[in-house]
């Protein structure tokens, strides 16, 4: 099985700073074939079901403020918040899609400083 | 609008079983792979299953499997989850989620708002 490492655990940045997730894998999720890295990036606020941020490790999902971006390839990528709001408070998660099972990353909690 | 509904959840007993559901509206269901993933409480997520768009492919976790069977009927456009022999750890909230392409492995780009399951004698 992939085993996802994020890191963080916890964060705590002032509002309009930027935040930084980083997320690792224990195997290669680049399908070579197309070239697309299976890794994507989730937003669960408290009470809620996750969202869905970013997908092919660099795609933002159709209405995702611009200011959240994903990059990395191979086995290391990371989630960018680059001007951090009050509504951006939440757990975020990676996961790959790669290879079954799709396991997630333990998450990373962002506050605000 | 795509709109997923659980249903089916509730408290059972070590060794019990339950049958959650999901029912899908808002897009061609069949085209699509869907996924149960599910949450304990004050704990991250964990990846249960996936069934791809025409039923033909499914896979398990490994803390799942030769327990829980996911299905789906395509006609009534409805996503199930077969949980049997079930555990104190198989608490959690169970989220029906949808998959952006036909295949198992595609990211999940819509959820539904959960099903909470508690197995306690």
């Known amino acids: 099985d992939i085993v996802m490492i994020q890191s963080p655990d916890s964060l705590a940045v002032s509002l309009g700073e930027r935040a930084t997730i980083n997320c690792k894998s224990s195997r290669n999720v680049l399908y070579t074939s197309n070239s697309k890295n299976y890794l994507g990036w989730y937003q669960q606020k408290p009470g809620q079901p996750p969202k869905l941020l970013i997908y092919w490790a660099s795609t933002r999902e159709s209405g995702v403020p611009d200011r959240f971006s994903g990059s990395g390839s191979g086995t290391d990528f990371t989630l960018t918040i680059s001007s951090l709001q009050a509504e951006d408070v939440a757990v975020y998660y990676c996961?790959?899609?790669?290879?079954?099972?799709?396991?997630f990353g333990p998450g990373t909690k962002v506050d605000i400083k | 609008e795509v709109q997923l509904l659980e249903s089916g959840g509730g408290l059972v007993q070590p060794g019990g079983s339950l049958r959650l559901s999901c029912a899908a509206s808002?897009?061609?269901?069949?085209?699509?792979?869907m996924s149960w993933v599910r949450q304990a409480p004050g704990k991250g997520l964990e990846w249960v299953s996936v069934?791809?768009?025409?039923?033909?492919?499914?896979y398990y976790a490994d803390s799942v499997k030769g327990r829980f069977t996911i299905s789906r009927d395509n006609s009534m456009n409805t996503l199930y989850l077969q949980m049997n022999s079930l555990r104190a750890e198989d608490t959690a909230v169970y989220y029906c989620a949808k998959g952006a392409g036909g295949s198992c492995d595609s990211n999940l780009d819509f959820w539904g708002q959960g099903t909470l399951v508690t197995v306690s004698s």
């Open positions: 996961q790959q899609y790669y290879s079954p099972p799709f396991t």
């Open positions: 808002g897009f061609t269901f069949s085209s699509y792979a």
């Open positions: 069934i791809s768009g025409s039923g033909d492919n499914t």
